[in-house]
């Protein structure tokens, strides 16, 4: 097992059959050095940095009725609320104040927020805040949309494919989804010049270890900037309630292997990370991730915007979760730093 952790280390690369291994059962003597290996070359490229970024989760209705999805249109019980652009601002005025130089407006895909909403919002925010980086996660969109926001002034887009297999897609998403058109978005994104942000859940319904090593295989294709990854957590208003939660140690693996596949990549260390375990996120950066995200949405809303159940911090304050994530950082040895952090990837 360790000369295929060298190899994976030395080529950035497996066989299929070697990615299967390393995916199953491993001894704790060898997930140590998968760990270490990862450790070496995070440290080589970002040294002891943790990119922070400002997460304003700021609406929470959604179009879209995704199996696995706390915010699904389906869920009568979830308490829907929409932030207002004034509501927004001073979120970042906030995150500014606190040092964020980035700021991820995520939502659900709520038709409320057309261009003509969002492209000004882009833009006062570019306006206000020079020194920053916008990234924005409200899923599919077309080219024309997703250009007139770039050309506002948003930098970056995350948009997990979720899982690059067109069968097992099916599986976690109504029929009128699919994959096609999430890796068509993304590879629009690509070519409009945002840095992207791809990922998948780990341990999502019906997922295997052939899924697994295919989502390794597309993000070998599409190179993103950024990959974010995190266990599926099931919600009690979901088809998916009663399916299992993904794997911890599996997920801190999968870290570990994405940042010897990927020297560069931006990796967080995600709330559903942190939300299965109460070291998750210190260990996903043990495990070779940079990034945090601790949350900047207003506390009142918190609580509402639930993906899954048990989520963490929905009751602090911006201030608490980011010194909250100061502190966590030192202890196992690193530091968050304020600046945009950029990938280093072209
Ligand atoms: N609407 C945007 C989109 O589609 O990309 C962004 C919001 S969406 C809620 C953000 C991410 O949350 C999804 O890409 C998905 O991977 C994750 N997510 C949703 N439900 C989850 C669950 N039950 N457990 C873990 N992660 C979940
Ligand atoms: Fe739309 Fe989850 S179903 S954000």
Same mark, same amino acid.
């Given at each position: 097992m360790k000369t295929m952790i060298d190899k994976l280390k030395e080529t950035c690369d497996l066989t299929d059959d070697e990615f299967a291994l390393l995916l199953g059962e491993l001894s704790p003597e060898d997930t140590e050095y998968l760990f270490a290996a990862?450790?070496?070359?995070?440290?080589?490229?970002?040294? =002891?940095?943790?990119?922070?970024?400002?997460?304003?989760?700021?609406? %929470?209705y959604c179009k879209n009725n995704c199996y696995y999805c706390g915010i699904r249109c389906g869920n009568r019980n979830a308490e829907r609320y929409r932030l207002t652009e004034e509501q927004i601002l001073s979120c970042c005025e906030q995150g500014h104040a606190l040092g964020f130089r980035t700021f991820v407006l995520q939502g659900g895909e709520d038709p409320y927020y057309t261009d003509e909403c969002m492209v000004p919002l882009v833009a006062?925010?570019? =306006?206000?805040?020079?020194?920053?980086?916008?990234?924005?996660?409200?899923?599919?969109?077309?080219?024309?949309?997703y250009q007139a926001l770039f050309d506002a002034g948003a930098d970056r887009y995350l948009l997990r494919h979720e899982t690059a297999n067109e069968q097992h897609y099916a599986m976690l998403h109504p029929p009128e989804l699919s994959i096609r058109n999430r890796k068509e978005c993304l590879f629009i994104?690509?070519? #409009?010049?945002? *840095? #992207?942000?791809?990922?998948?859940?780990?341990?999502a319904p019906g997922q295997t270890t052939e899924y697994l090593i295919d989502d390794l295989r597309f993000l070998q294709e599409l190179r993103p900037h950024m990959i974010g990854i995190g266990p599926f957590i099931p919600h009690k208003d979901t088809p998916f309630r009663d399916e299992p939660r993904g794997s911890y140690p599996l997920t801190l693996r999968l870290l570990a292997i994405l940042r010897l596949m990927f020297p560069k990549v931006l990796l967080p260390a995600t709330t559903a990370l942190g939300t299965i375990h109460p070291l998750g996120r210190e260990n996903g950066v043990l495990a070779g991730a940079n990034v945090v995200m601790p949350n900047l949405s207003p506390t009142n809303v918190r609580g509402k915007y639930l993906l899954y159940d048990g989520k963490i911090c929905t009751g602090d304050e911006a201030a608490e979760c980011h010194s909250c994530m100061e502190r966590r950082m030192e202890?196992?040895?690193? *530091?968050?730093? %304020?600046?945009?952090?950029?990938? =280093?990837i072209e």
């Open positions: 990862a450790r070496d070359v995070r440290e080589r490229e970002y040294g =002891k940095d943790v990119y922070l970024r400002g997460l304003i989760e700021f609406t %929470n006062e925010i570019r =306006k206000r805040f020079p020194d920053c980086a916008i990234t924005l996660s409200i899923g599919e969109r077309s080219r024309e949309s994104l690509r070519e #409009i010049g945002y *840095q #992207i942000g791809a990922g998948m859940m780990v341990g202890y196992i040895g690193y *530091q968050v730093v %304020n600046s945009r952090g950029d990938s =280093k």
